[in-house]
Every structure is written in structure tokens, then in C-alpha cells.
């Protein structure tokens, strides 16, 4: 079984910045493609980014592009979100999530992944 584990999530004004990481569990954590999705109240849980296992390969949703960064250590087997240039809307539960697969042109698809954290709250003020 794999367990993922996010953390990083808190408050912060608009303009600022905050880095989540999410570090999972299992043998072959190298090989997953990892994913960042949000959900804000009230609203469908929405694709934020995804890193395919080599780390060579980023997709970025367009609300976040520019502003947000994601990379991976395998060696640590953490992903890390990379937010920057907050704004009020980024305010939501951020997941991460796996796909042993290694990837897919589906990727932005949260039924891709099989693996899920609980989430953490960011809430940006304004």
C-alpha cells in the first residue's frame, strides 16, 4: 500500500509564498507519475500540476502557471508544490496523489491516480 503524507499548508497574505511537500510511501516511488490537485468549499476538486517520474516532464494547469513550480526528490520520495504569487482564489485543500503507471495524457485527470494524501489547508488572505 501506498501512503502519501502533505504537509507545508497555512496562511499567508496575497503576494506570498508557500512550498508543500508530500512524501509517500513504497517501493517504487521513483517510477510515479505524481500529481497536485485542490478543492476549495463548495467546489469540484480541480488539477493544479503533475511531474512525471524522471522529473523532466511538468504539467501546470493554466491558473497557476508562472506562479507555481513542482518538482520531485526521489531520493527522498517527497514532490514539492511550489507556490508563489498567491492570490485569494489559490485558497483550498491541496492533495497529492499517485499514478504507478508512470504517467498517462491523463494526467490532469484525477481518476488517473490511484494514491491520495488528506490534504492541507492553504488559505491566502487578501
Known amino acids: 500500500q501506498v501512503q502519501l503524507v502533505e504537509s507545508g499548508g497555512g496562511l499567508v497574505q496575497a503576494g506570498g509564498s508557500l512550498r508543500l511537500s508530500c512524501t509517500a510511501s513504497?517501493?517504487?516511488?521513483?517510477?510515479?507519475?505524481m500529481g497536485w490537485f485542490r478543492q476549495a468549499p463548495g467546489k469540484e476538486r480541480e488539477f493544479v500540476g503533475a511531474?512525471?517520474?524522471?522529473?523532466?516532464?511538468?504539467f501546470n494547469a493554466d491558473s497557476v502557471k508562472g506562479r507555481f513550480a513542482i518538482s520531485r526528490d526521489n531520493a527522498k520520495s517527497t514532490v514539492f508544490l511550489q507556490m508563489n504569487s498567491l492570490k485569494p482564489e489559490d485558497t483550498a485543500v491541496y492533495y497529492c496523489?499517485?499514478?504507478?503507471?508512470?504517467?498517462?495524457?491523463?494526467?490532469?485527470?484525477?481518476?488517473?491516480?490511484?494514491?491520495w494524501g488528506q490534504g492541507t489547508q492553504v488559505t491566502v488572505s487578501s
Open positions: 496523489a499517485a499514478d504507478p503507471t508512470g504517467g498517462s495524457t491523463r494526467y490532469h485527470s484525477a481518476d488517473e491516480y490511484e494514491y
Open positions: 511531474i512525471r517520474w524522471s522529473g523532466g516532464t511538468i
Open positions: 513504497g517501493r517504487a516511488f521513483s517510477s510515479y507519475q
